[in-house]
Structure formats: structure tokens, C-alpha cells
């Protein structure tokens, strides 16, 4: 559980926003991918229901951005689960545990753990990844009996050091990252799903502002020793 707990972390950590791609003619996956790159660090904040479908689990929540650091998360299932990520400390709360995990952020660590809330972060993407269309440049459909229409790019590891093998993207008509899916060292597969989505709200700073309960229990640096 405290694995498939860390591969949500990183996948949603890098993941989590892109903003609105220009209308343009579609040339090549990479120009694709460059555009998505180049335009989504202009959002100022951003918030959407998301949802993570795992083999043994499901996750529901909405998301919180604001730039350039801030994420809050507050799922709904599991019920009151927390990621808050502020000061470059990323915060976890397993209610059921009652158990809070603290990770200290530094500004050069691996991208599948930082909060990449500019191009940057698709930019280590593009070179931990090689980039292709799924199927081809043209729109289908998100999945059998849907009516909503996305772009499909698949990125595949260039070195096994990477997080995921591949990584599929389902972009919709208005630019938005719609659905990812992760495939894992362990063939495991995270789906993220994103709806509701809206931008450049003014989402207040208080937004993402989390008090841990005073009586649960502290695990710092659960991911790896920060750099001193």
C-alpha cells in the first residue's frame, strides 16, 4: 500500500497541470507535446475533480493549484485524505492511520518528485521519455461509448531508471489534459482522470493553508534524505 501511496505522489507531482494549447495545425507528436509545454506554465492557478483508478483502489478528490508551488489536494475517498504541498514541503495525512508524511522538497530533485508548476516540468519528461502519437494525430474518442473527443500521445522511458515505462496522454479539444495513464517498473497501471476543469480563478493563498492534527503521528523525509 505504501508503494502504490508513492507512485500516485509522483505521478500526480509532475502531472498535475497543463494549461490551454493554441488552435495550430498538428505537425509532429513532439510539436505537440512542445506546444503543451510551452503554454502551460501561463496558468496562474487551477482546479479540477480528479480521480485515480488503480488495480486495488480508487481515489476520488479535487485539485488545487496555484503557481508556482502550491497543491493541495482534498479526496473525498478515501475520506479526508490530504496532499498539501507548500513551502517545499510536500504533506500527506492518512486519516485512518492517523498518520502524517512530511517530505522536505529540494530545488534539484528527481523530476518524478518535484512540483514542476512551469514547462520544466514537461521539459524533464521529454528527456527522460521519447514522444509519439498512441494511434495517430487525429481525434477519437476518449474510450468506448463516449462521446468526448482527445488526442492520444504516448511517452516511452529512454533509460530504466525512469519512474513509469510509458506514459499515455489523452488531450481533449480544448487543450486540456483529459485522462494519464502510468505504467509502472511492475506493469502496474495508474489511470488520472480529470474533469471539471477550470482556470485562472484567483484561488485564495488560504486555500492552502493545512493545520496536521496535533495528535497524529510525524513520519519526515518518508521518501528519501534531503541534501543539505
Not at 16 to 22: G, T, Y
Amino acid at each position: 500500500m505504501m508503494l502504490k501511496r508513492f507512485f500516485v505522489l509522483t505521478f500526480l507531482l509532475v502531472i498535475f497541470i497543463f494549461s490551454p494549447l493554441a488552435a495550430q495545425d498538428i505537425l509532429t507528436a513532439v510539436q505537440f507535446f512542445d506546444s503543451i509545454s510551452a503554454n502551460y506554465g501561463e496558468i496562474e492557478d487551477y482546479e479540477a475533480r480528479i480521480s485515480i483508478l488503480t488495480s486495488e483502489a480508487s481515489m476520488e478528490g479535487v485539485l488545487f493549484f496555484k503557481s508556482p508551488n502550491l497543491l493541495r489536494i482534498n479526496f473525498s475517498e478515501p475520506e479526508e485524505q490530504v496532499i498539501s504541498v507548500s513551502d517545499n514541503i510536500l504533506t500527506l495525512h492518512i486519516p485512518d492511520q492517523n498518520v502524517i508524511m512530511q517530505q522536505k522538497l529540494q530545488r534539484h530533485t528527481d523530476a518524478t518528485l518535484a512540483v514542476m508548476a512551469s514547462k520544466d516540468g514537461l521539459e524533464l519528461l521529454k528527456k527522460g521519455y521519447s514522444v509519439a502519437f498512441l494511434k495517430g494525430p487525429d481525434p477519437v474518442f476518449l474510450e468506448e461509448g463516449s462521446e468526448e473527443m482527445v488526442r492520444n500521445l504516448i511517452l516511452v522511458w529512454r533509460k530504466t531508471d525512469e519512474g513509469y515505462r510509458q506514459i499515455e496522454m489523452s488531450i481533449s479539444d480544448d487543450g486540456m489534459i483529459r485522462r494519464m495513464k502510468g505504467l509502472t517498473v511492475n506493469y502496474e497501471t495508474f489511470q488520472f482522470d480529470f474533469t471539471e476543469i477550470r482556470i485562472n480563478q484567483s484561488i485564495p493563498l488560504s486555500r492552502f493553508d493545512y493545520e496536521a492534527p496535533p495528535s497524529a503521528y510525524v513520519m519526515n523525509n518518508f521518501l528519501f534524505e534531503p541534501e543539505e
